[in-house]
């Protein structure tokens, strides 16, 4: 009987040691932190053996494959020791990629990847029977274990991609790649770069790689490094031949010669990031043979994701804009560019290495104050404090949306949109995000 043990005791760790031990794995579910109770209980019923607080070396070191969870680093001690004594590591992707048959749709990218993902699903589940998974929802392991879709979308971090060795989906999709976790990859650029395009390194010329045709980081990569599936690129400036780009406000999409054109006039999200979205989640559609008729219909009433630009509430005027998901720089540049009001932006938390200099085109443009919401503010405050006539600190949301709230005026924007991850103040974007909302509905 094989063993496995599991690091991580949260959704893709469970989700793992549920599928192996159906697989009849003897299963060992290892976890620093404390595992969750709801976890706990999933564990316990299924009689799997776990612990947590800390990590028994000589429970884990007799593995034959490990599956770690995407957040514990590779420098570690624990992680280094497992290596060396040549044991397989692996990614929950990569795992329970082994046991379906099901069309795998990767979606991987800085930016975009969960709108996306979820897009791209909303649209695909029009028509075909479908699982949404990876970085989002219930985790793929167990999907399989319980549902066994024909399809899935699977949103992939370059985390879960450094720990494949066989995983290929029939299609991939990179969104863009801009610098980000760059604290995982030594701050060599080039090494986040190569994670994104492990996506595409065992596919072969029967599959699929859409990519944004305008990122001059994704075209100079594909120059250095070619890969061997087929290449359908979108864009928002070039006329593309096989693939998607934009023809006066009509989004057009070509594979051998198949057309579909759609105006954008009509897309339920806002701003041109989203126009590539659409595109990249189209172009999935079209090779799936999903009807025209349904991929234009599924386009106009998308919801959108939350805590991405999502429209809070209206008060006096005011338009309160919840872009939590916003981690990193590149993230908030897309949603100042598509601010079109005077902006009190709320802003900061951990940062990853920012560099913030591709905003101040944004912010000298239509940024009227700077609420800096973080324990560290210093580099914010010596980037932007020339900008803006106000800038302030602070360290609690509620404070933070009040003091929008004093300075902002009849046709403001108030933009939650940080640019950093949330650890500092909070447990993680979601619950920045629904703390920023509550403050506002208390207003």
């Known amino acids: 009987m094989k063993r496995i043990v599991i690091l991580g ?65 590779d420098k570690i001690p624990l992680i280094k020791e497992i290596r060396a ?17 099901a069309t795998l749709v990767g979606i991987t990218g800085s930016n975009g990847k969960t709108t996306t993902a979820t897009l791209t699903y909303h649209v695909l589940n029009q028509e075909l029977n479908v699982g ?10 167990k999907q399989i274990l319980e549902h066994d879709y024909q399809n899935y979308v699977l949103e992939v971090s370059s985390f879960q991609l450094d720990d494949i060795i066989e995983f290929k989906p029939k299609i991939a999709v990179i969104t863009n790649i801009t610098p980000d976790h760059l604290d995982r990859y030594e701050y060599q650029f080039e090494n986040y770069i190569a994670s994104k395009f492990r996506i595409a390194e065992n596919q072969t010329k029967d599959d699929y790689l859409i990519y944004d045709g305008d990122d001059e980081v994704i075209l100079n990569w594909l120059k250095d490094h070619p890969v061997q599936s087929t290449l359908l690129p979108f864009s928002l400036t070039k006329i593309i031949e096989n693939g998607a780009y934009l023809d006066n406000n ?24 989203n126009i590539k979205n659409a595109m990249a989640a189209s172009t999935v559609a079209h090779l799936l043979k999903i009807r025209k008729q349904t991929i234009r219909e599924s386009l106009e009433n998308f919801q959108g994701v939350e805590h991405r630009l999502e429209h809070v509430l209206k008060i006096n005027k005011v ?35 920012n560099d913030y200099q591709e905003l101040f085109q944004f912010v000298n443009e239509k940024v009227k104050a700077v609420i800096c919401l973080g324990v560290d503010n210093e580099k914010l405050m010596k980037n932007f404090g020339g900008m803006v006539d106000i800038i302030v600190e602070t360290q609690f949301m509620s404070e933070a949306v009040k003091i929008a709230y004093k300075i902002a005026e ?12 949330s650890f500092d103040l909070f447990e993680n974007y979601e619950d920045r995000g629904r703390q920023f909302k509550d403050a506002v509905r208390n207003l």
């Open 85 to 101: 004594k040549g044991i397989t590591v692996v990614s929950e992707i990569e795992f329970a990629s082994q046991y379906t048959n």
């Open 319 to 353: 338009q309160y804009i919840n872009d939590s998901k916003a981690t990193n720089v590149n993230a908030t540049y897309f949603a100042l560019e598509s601010m079109d009001a005077p902006t009190i932006w709320i802003v900061g938390g951990t940062d990853k290495g």
């Open 410 to 421: 009849a046709g403001d924007n108030v933009l939650l949109s940080p640019a950093c991850a």
């Open 9 to 73: 005791g949260g959704e893709s760790g469970v989700g793992t040691a549920l599928l192996a031990k159906d697989k009849e794995f003897e299963v060992f579910v290892s976890d620093k932190g404390e595992i969750k109770e709801k976890y706990k209980q999933v564990l316990i019923h299924n009689e799997i053996e776990f612990e947590d607080g800390a990590h028994s070396e000589e429970k884990i070191l007799n593995a034959d494959i490990i599956m770690k969870s995407p957040g514990i680093p």
């Open 132 to 141: 949404l998974a990876g970085n989002i929802g219930d985790s793929f392991a």
């Open 250 to 273: 009509n989004i057009k999409i070509t594979i051998d010669n198949n057309q579909i054109i759609m105006p954008t006039a009509n897309l339920a999200l806002e701003g041109k990031h």
